[in-house]
């Protein structure tokens, strides 16, 4: 009963294009979502988050879409470049109560081609 | 991140022994939370705090217990570590936006 599925356990891109990683939810009280990077031996660390009053957040080269309809939002990488290869998680929580319980995905490792 | 700092990194220990982990952060946050990293299951919540003394139970609890006798010491302790509890484990706070910052992590083996 995986809450948060990552479909796609690995992706390959050539350097310079677009990385599109995918994330699927069920719970429809998940109400704010973040994406997480993580290099071998470290820590997750923060990449970008959307909450679910908007459709898309952009930072940079790393735009995350969501749609609610579909519980499922995307993480674009564009141009994907070749420290960007690690395993990046995706991540729900609801936000009612002041502690967020984030549930995260199995995780997507994305190598990036030179 | 500077800081929450885990300790120890890395740790082998023996099938029932009592093992204990810390996270130390200084940045004063109120929540504090663990989790551990397995293959195929992505970063699993085991406890969390939300103050001093205040714990709860997160999806994978069973054998574990925490304390946070200070805001800035949360212990996660494998009360009889078994084979199964072999992972990588995080600790994480959650700051003024609605993220975690997590620390470096420490590797266990039960051997």
């Known amino acids: 009963d995986q809450q948060v599925k990552q479909n796609s356990p690995s992706l390959s891109v050539q350097e310079g294009r677009i990385s599109i990683l995918n994330c699927d939810y069920t719970n429809s009280m998940f109400d704010y979502f973040l994406w997480y990077k993580k290099y071998p031996a470290e820590g997750p660390t923060f990449l970008i988050s959307?909450?679910?009053?908007?459709d898309k957040n952009e930072d940079g080269r790393f735009t995350v879409f969501l749609n609610k309809s579909a519980k499922h939002l995307s993480l674009h990488i564009v141009p994907s470049q070749p420290g960007d290869s690690a395993v990046y998680f995706c991540?729900?929580?609801?936000?009612?109560?002041?502690?967020?319980?984030?549930?995260f995905g199995t995780g997507t490792r994305l190598k990036v081609l030179a | 991140d500077a800081g929450i700092t885990q300790s120890p990194r890395h740790k082998v220990t023996e099938t029932g022994t009592p093992v204990t982990l810390r996270c130390h952060q200084t940045e004063n946050h109120r929540y504090m939370y663990w989790y551990r990293q397995d293959p195929g299951h992505g970063l699993r919540l085991i406890h969390y705090?939300?103050?001093?003394?205040?714990?709860d139970k997160g999806e994978v609890s069973d054998g574990y217990s925490v304390s946070r006798s200070k805001t800035e010491d949360f212990l996660l302790t494998l009360e009889s570590a078994t084979s199964s509890q072999t992972s990588v484990y995080f600790c994480?706070?959650?700051?003024?936006?609605?993220?975690?910052?997590f620390g470096s992590g420490t590797r266990l083996t039960v051997v």
């Open positions: 705090s939300y103050g001093v003394k205040d714990t």
């Open positions: 959307i909450s679910s009053i908007k």
């Open positions: 994480a706070t959650q700051g003024f936006n609605y993220g975690y910052t």
């Open positions: 991540a729900a929580s609801t936000t009612t109560s002041g502690t967020y319980k984030y549930i």
